[in-house]
Nanobody, 128 residues
Framework: QVQLVESGGGSVQAGGSLRLSCAAS????????MAWFRQAPGTQREGVATIYSSGGSTFYADSVKGRFTISRDNANNTVYPQMNSLKPEDTGMYYC?????????????????????WGQGTQVTVSS
């Protein structure tokens, strides 16, 4: 059974930085996508960044491109989104998720319906 535990959320002022982490266990497929979604109150979950299991292929939503960097430590099954130049519109609950994927391209443009296993989320609040 896959389990995902997020941490690192908090409150920062606009322009600040946060580094989230997601510790994964129980993943049986060595070829997989690790993804981060976020959800603001009253909105749908938005896929913001993904990283493939090998080769370091990444995807970023336009809203975070140039500000967020996602990395992963495969030895420890941990994924880290580094979030810089945060804006108030980055506020929301951030969720980690994963799915098996044969190729990096399957990680691009992530959609919530493609992922079945989710962490509990970690709250990020950016004040102006």
């Amino acid at each position: 059974q896959v389990q995902l535990v997020e941490s690192g959320g908090g409150s920062v002022q606009a322009g600040g930085s946060l580094r989230l982490s997601c510790a994964a266990s129980g993943i049986t497929s060595s070829d997989n996508c690790m993804a981060w979604f976020r959800q603001a109150p009253g909105t749908q979950r938005e896929g913001v960044a993904t990283i493939y299991s090998s080769g370091g292929s990444t995807f970023y939503a336009d809203s975070v491109k140039g500000r967020f960097t996602i990395s992963r430590d495969n030895a420890n099954n941990t994924v880290y989104p580094q979030m810089n130049s945060l804006k108030p519109e980055d506020t929301g609950m951030y969720y980690c998720t994963t799915k098996p994927a044969r190729r990096a391209g399957f990680c691009w443009a992530p959609k919530e319906i493609e992922y079945r296993t989710w962490g509990q989320g970690t709250q990020v609040t950016v004040s102006s």
